[in-house]
């Protein structure tokens, strides 16, 4: 069974804190690699796709980071607002056994203002 | 407004009564997926569909049935509900499989079984 870990799992900071998270996955086979924001009583919403080993995105405050050859992704909050707390989960999307989809578990993030 | 739209939205129901739970998309999208969310365990993906008449277990089918009849829908069945199904259910669709473009989310259903 094809394993996506994320850490940490839950983490609290304080408004304007700069915070990362990691989200590990098999380097074999990759073949994209998402990331949703998750915010309490709603759905996920999509914030990246990164398909490519060293791409960087960026909407706003939030950035993420690929390495395909060692198998991570790096989500990072710049200036955390108390409505950035949320569930961040990414997704891993194989390029083999058809076109599953394996989710982390998450890391919920806090923000006290 | 481009959507995914799922029913219902919350469900109790007793063990061993069929039920289905719909999902619609607007947005013309090839590929939709069901995915279950309990608690520590992030989304795991049921069952998915690449298009019509095109569908492929996920990494828990067991106990779900799916189809893919249209473009637009596609309905996950429990045939005979048992109470290890309690869960909440999220259908999504991109506009092509294999993870070059975002999933879309529906709000999610809520599904208790007695």
Redesign the interface.
Known sequence: ?LNVE?SPQSLHVQEGDSTNFTCSFPSSNF????W?RWETA?????LF?M?LNGDEKKKGRISATLNTKEGYSYLYIKGSQPEDSATY?C?F?LAAV?????????TRLFVKA | EAQVTQNPRYLITVTGKKLTVTCSQNMNHE?M?W?RQDP??????IY?S?NVEVT?K??VPEGYKVSRKEKRNFPLILESPSPNQTSLY?CASSSF????????????TRLSIL
């Open positions: 069974i994320q073949y994209a690699l998402h949703y709603k759905s996920p919403e999509a796709v398909t989960l997704a999307y058809g076109f599953k989809t394996i989710f982390g578990a998450g | 590929y997926s995915y520590g365990l992030g989304l795991r993906q998915y690449m492929d996920g990494d999220f499989g294999g993870g070059s473009q975002p999933q879309h989310f529906g709000d999610g």
